[in-house]
């Protein structure tokens, strides 16, 4: 640690962009836009995404150009979310994100990406925050946030070790996403391009019990995982909460089973659903959620149903059409949703396939759980000095 030595973190960077109080205007097609609501959990999440034409494109980046590898930092809603900006393709950055980019001799980008990771460092910069209902931090609050830092050789080597684990947690999300295309392309071969005029048009309903279980006053476990609506977006769960039964959201009230599928009664095509696998036994999930269990046909069969992109545009319509505040669905709109049922023979040929790779699924979903729950611990012993690598 006599090594280290403390500095604000504007003396390690050579460019800073921000546009605060300026919104670009949106396209719908053109130059990806990142906002703050792109930045989550270390990385950037285009589920959601936005455009900058290029004329407008020209005439913004007047005031700065962002390059690859530049670190991302949200001022608001969220403040202090972090990503790196990859070098696939051209971004723009919208308000209420930061570009930071570091002196390559002084700060290591992906060091400052991970010190900005930091539950310290990022609970200091909150303390800071300006607003009582939305956070927001300063360029300055930013900028002129104090830091410890190795020689530049270290952070290189820190960096290593944690970039590796990301890279291979990224791998196995990318592998997920490839077996999910599968079936999914299988199914609209097999089941929608490939339907017989004489196959039985049946519901959801008729094959699968909708919110089959709930908490009741015996429930037997006093401390509870909790997923709410917004932590799980085409299957991947960003994280669970823990509570007492006491204390937990009004809404913790739905109970789930290996192979239930989860969908959000709320906006649909904001494509928060998944199927659970092998959950604990004290999961709960929020009301928000239709809970569909799938007991008389293969769930994944449901699952790929209810989440092709012209049932999530058709459910999203039905949505926008109810009589609450917000766009939502009743349990009954996917109970009564039809489809033309095929033979058994080839239902089962797909439930086959369909298992193969969601089992290759959830041994990726636990893997990365462990590597992230690796990551995590080494993060704050890394960034401390706590752990110490070998400079290479």
């Known amino acids: 640690m ?42 950037l999440d285009f589920s959601k995404p936005s455009f ?11 005031r700065g150009y962002t390059q690859p590898g530049d670190v991302l930092i949200t001022t608001e809603a969220p403040a202090g979310e972090v990503a790196l900006l990859p070098g696939d393709k051209v971004y723009q950055i919208s308000r209420r994100v930061m570009a930071l980019r570091t002196d390559e001799k002084t700060l290591h980008n992906k060091f400052l990406f991970f010190v900005l990771q930091h539950q310290s460092v990022k609970g200091r910069l909150l303390a800071a925050s300006r607003g009582s209902t939305v956070p927001r931090v300063l ?16 952070q290189k080597s820190i960096t290593a070790v944690l970039a590796s684990l990301d890279d291979k947690i990224d791998l196995l999300h990318r592998q997920n996403k490839t077996l999910e295309a599968l079936a999914q392309t299988l199914f609209r071969h097999w089941f929608i391009d490939g339907a017989e005029d004489d196959w039985d048009v049946v519901t959801v309903g008729d094959f699968a019990q ?46 789930v089973k290996h192979n239930d599928i989860v969908y959000s009664t709320v906006r649909p095509n904001q494509k928060h659903y998944g199927i659970i696998k092998n959950p604990q036994l004290n999961l709960v999930v929020s009301t928000g959620f239709c809970v569909i269990t799938c007991d008389r046909i293969d769930p994944h069969f449901v699952y790929i149903l209810l989440t092709q992109p012209d049932m999530t545009e058709y459910l999203h319509s039905i949505a926008e059409g109810s009589t609450s505040a917000y766009p939502s669905l009743k349990p009954s709109d996917i109970a009564s949703l039809e489809f033309q049922l095929p033979p058994k023979k080839r239902l089962d040929e797909f439930s086959t396939i369909a298992q193969s790779c969601w089992g290759k699924i959830d041994r990726n979903s636990s893997q990365i759980r462990t590597l992230e729950k690796l990551r995590d611990t080494l993060l704050p012993k890394l960034m401390s000095g706590e752990v110490r690598v070998r400079l290479s």
């Open 139 to 154: 360029k300055t609050d930013i900028t002129q946030l104090k830091i410890r830092v190795p020689s530049y050789d270290e």
């Open 210 to 255: 909708i919110n089959a279980s709930t908490v009741q006053r015996d429930y037997e476990h006093e401390l509870i995982e909790y997923l709410d609506t917004g932590s799980i977006t085409e299957g991947k769960v960003s994280g669970f909460q823990q509570y007492t039964l006491e204390d937990a959201p009004s809404r913790a009230k739905r109970l």
């Open 2 to 43: 006599d090594s280290w030595k403390e500095i604000e973190i504007r003396s390690g960077l050579t460019t800073i962009i921000d546009y605060r109080g300026k919104t670009p205007p949106k396209s719908e097609d053109g130059i990806p836009l990142i906002s703050a609501a792109n930045i989550k959990s270390g990385a």
């Open 52 to 62: 900058i034409s290029l004329p407008d494109y020209k005439k913004w980046t007047r």
